[in-house]
């Protein structure tokens, strides 16, 4: 949905310390003994991958897809999130094509992206080439012409003139508002859900604005769906709430503004290592954080990589894939995508150009390989060292006798310093040169790096 709504109304919540859930009336409906579900196995050393399924080709559909599924496995891409692939609303629409948002039918394929079969066969693909898939779920909202507005006008918010009307304080005037005082319409989601999961062999869901639907609801629903299988369930929202509520990976909004701020030179590395204390205190050593320099709400709504972040851009990702957290690479974010996707209109991505490849092949083949960099509990916590300066950023991450030395200059100045906290390790491999070092000759030396510049040294 709209980045700049949504983003005014995550800081507004925030801030008053609740989500939608508490501010809007609803049945409560009480659930007792919840355990969220662990993540499954496979993710703990996993990398995701958001696809723009209606930008990533020509045809726009599930079988033109597949041709990059190899590239994508090669690239070090585990888990695949496709954007909504439901047919989209024709009532209210917003542009030529629609948002993908405004779901017409939570059972049934965008026609325009190919049949059931056609994504039938797209899921046992992905999972022929080792990678898992999860589909984008819009709980909160549904278009105007979906079915349930006729057959259940009652599951869904009415204004003060009796009318229907979009969800309250956005500019989503193409989608209507579900009320989850509604017990059958909380089921039928639930079973919709299931259906994908049960028909289709599908590993997880991403839930679009999950803190605008009652955290109740939730705990049922995800409890009922990991019955099935266990799944991988990402939600769009930054609150540790949700992972109380079944949820294994929520998104890191307050990490990737600081990220802008810190490419533009408004903030320093100072306000990184603060970062990280609150993120510390705030969430639980197992719950899974998801780090991204873009994603389809940021290129479209506030540009591109290049547009926000410039020079800095390479830099930022390096910050964001080992840091913390699960990294996401946006699709043509390979690519070097410099543009804006449109949203409502068709707008290919150009695959014409891949040599950002290496460089993202490099940080997810590092993430696979060592176990410092792995999610949640599976990985180490990053150590911060001091520096002569606030533009020079220094972490390290250890685990299971593994390591790893980041070092990021945030000016557009060379910076030339001194640094002799390295392990007294036999080799140390620079993971972009491939430079062999040992830990006492590199605490002797003088390290230098350019504007923007970085390196990763590797135990």
């Not at 408004?266 to 603060?274: E, F, G, L, N, Y």
């Not at 949203?343 to 290496?358: A, N, T, V």
């Not at 491939?434 to 040294?457: Q, T, V």
Request: charged share 25%; net charge neutral; proline share 6%.
């Amino acid at each position: 949905m709209p980045f700049k709504i949504l983003l005014t109304t995550l800081l507004m919540l925030t801030l008053q310390g609740c989500s939608r859930s508490d501010v809007r009336p609803h049945l409560s409906q009480k659930i007792s003994h919840f355990i969220p579900a662990p993540p499954p196995d496979w993710t703990k050393n996993a990398t995701i991958y958001e696809v723009n399924l209606r930008q990533y080709t020509r045809e726009g559909t599930f079988n033109a897809f597949r041709r990059h599924l190899t590239r994508l496995e090669k690239l070090g891409v585990d888990i695949l999130w496709l954007m909504p692939i439901y047919p989209i609303g024709e009532e209210r629409r917003k542009g030529g094509m629609g948002s993908p948002y405004s779901v017409r039918d939570y059972r049934a394929t965008n026609p325009d992206m190919g049949t059931r079969e056609d994504f039938r066969a797209l899921v046992k693909d992905i999972h022929r080439h080792g990678m898992k898939i999860i589909l984008d779920w819009v709980p909160n909202h549904s278009a105007f012409d979906n079915p349930w507005i006729t057959a259940h006008p009652e599951w869904y918010t009415k204004d003060e003139n009796g009318q229907i009307t979009h969800p309250e304080g956005t500019d989503w005037t193409d989608v209507a508002d579900l009320n989850y005082d509604q017990p059958e319409m909380r089921k039928e989601m639930t079973a919709s859900m299931a259906y994908w999961v049960r028909q289709f062999d599908i590993d997880g869901f991403r839930c679009d604005v999950a803190g605008f639907v009652p955290n109740d609801f939730w705990k049922e629903n995800n409890a009922a769906l990991q019955n099935i299988k266990p799944l991988f369930l990402l939600a769009e929202w930054d609150d540790p709430a949700l992972h109380r509520a079944g949820f294994h990976m929520t998104y890191t909004w307050g990490f990737h503004h600081l990220l802008n701020q810190l490419a533009k030179g408004q903030k320093k590395a100072p306000d990184v290592v603060a970062y990280m204390q609150e993120e510390r205190q705030k969430f639980q050593p197992g719950d899974y954080r998801m780090c991204f320099t873009t994603n389809h709400d940021e290129n479209t709504w506030k540009g591109s990589i290049h547009e926000r972040m410039g020079d800095a851009g390479d830099a930022m990702n390096v910050l964001a894939f080992t840091l913390f957290g699960m990294p996401l690479i946006y699709s043509g974010q390979e690519a070097g995508l410099q543009k804006r996707l449109s949203f409502f209109e068709k707008d290919e991505i150009d695959w014409s150009d891949l040599s950002k490849s290496g460089f993202y092949q490099t940080l997810l083949s590092l993430k696979h390989r060592n176990p410092a960099l792995w999610n949640g509990r599976h990985g180490a916590p990053a150590e911060f060292f001091p520096t002569p300066n606030k533009d020079l950023l220094i972490f390290t991450r250890h685990k299971a006798g593994r390591s790893v030395y980041v070092f990021i200059n945030l000016s557009a100045h060379t910076q030339e310093f001194y640094f002799d906290k390295f392990e007294n390790a036999p080799a140390f491999t620079n993971v972009f040169t491939d430079e062999i070092a040992k830990g006492s000759d590199l605490n002797s030396r003088n390290h230098r790096l350019g504007p923007r510049g970085f390196m990763i040294w590797e135990k």
